[in-house]
């Protein structure tokens, strides 16, 4: 089967712009998640989908990151305006239940200058 | 609340060492465990898992026990090879499965 799909890859930006991230998941999966992971540390969910309802947004800074599952499929996260602390990877992840072991994309490195 | 504890690194290792990375948990219930792998420039792959007490994971040599006495699940190898060289993470889902949590991450060097 297809892995999931994450663009692009890398970027880079100045802080205060905005960027957003593309996840396309495993077909038939209807957990979607994506995470931060910064450098030296463990992913940190940011939000968590279950078709396209979210499950969890906790930690989810939402004055400036917004995400988005409208078709139950594929999936974005936004962020704007970005911040210098932003910089991270940020990786998308889908599982065919919540309970269910994840599969990850290949994640976009982001860049805040 | 639930969490992971793993060791910090880094790991260095030569070529057919064994391995031994720590992970305890804390979590209410009975959550299922995981061991992920991040090769350079990757990301996070399953490595092994374990969903109830006293089970064993295993996958490509490396196993770990779900022990509930000591909330933990170490992660072992008998003999490391040069391609195993990457970060580990150990992860909880809890058992209501809707949260995740991963340890910080045990990068393992091994030189020939």
């Known amino acids: 089967e297809a892995g999931v799909a994450q663009s692009p890859r890398y970027k880079i930006i100045e802080k205060r712009q905005s960027v957003a991230f593309w996840c396309n998941p495993i077909?038939?999966?209807?957990?979607l998640y994506w995470y931060q992971q910064i450098l030296g540390q463990g992913p940190k969910l940011l939000i968590q989908?279950?078709?396209?309802?979210?499950?969890?947004d906790s930690q989810l800074p939402k004055d400036r990151f917004s995400a988005e599952r409208l078709k139950g499929v594929d999936s974005t996260l936004k962020i704007q305006p970005a911040k210098l602390e932003d910089s991270a990877v940020y990786l998308c992840?889908?599982?065919?239940?919540?309970?269910?072991?994840?599969?990850f994309g290949s994640g976009t490195r982001l860049t805040v200058v | 609340g639930d969490s992971v504890t793993q060791m910090e690194g880094p790991v260095t290792l030569s070529e057919e060492a064994f391995l031994t990375i720590n992970c305890t948990y804390t979590?209410?219930?009975?959550?299922?465990l995981f061991w992920y792998v991040q090769y350079p420039g990757e990301g996070l792959q399953l490595l092994l898992k374990?969903?109830?007490?006293?089970d064993k994971g295993s996958n490509k040599g490396f196993e770990a026990t779900y022990r509930k006495e000591t909330t933990s699940f170490h992660l072992e190898k008998g003999s490391v090879q040069v391609s195993d060289s990457a970060v580990y993470f150990c992860?909880?889902?809890?058992?209501?499965?809707?949260?995740?949590?991963f340890g910080t991450g045990t990068s393992l060097t091994v030189i020939p």
């Open positions: 992840a889908s599982s065919y239940t919540s309970s269910g072991t994840h599969t």
């Open positions: 077909s038939g999966h209807a957990t």
């Open positions: 989908f279950q078709n396209n309802g979210v499950v969890d």
């Open positions: 979590a209410t219930g009975y959550p299922s």
């Open positions: 374990a969903t109830k007490a006293d």
């Open positions: 992860a909880l889902s809890t058992n209501t499965g809707n949260q995740f949590y």
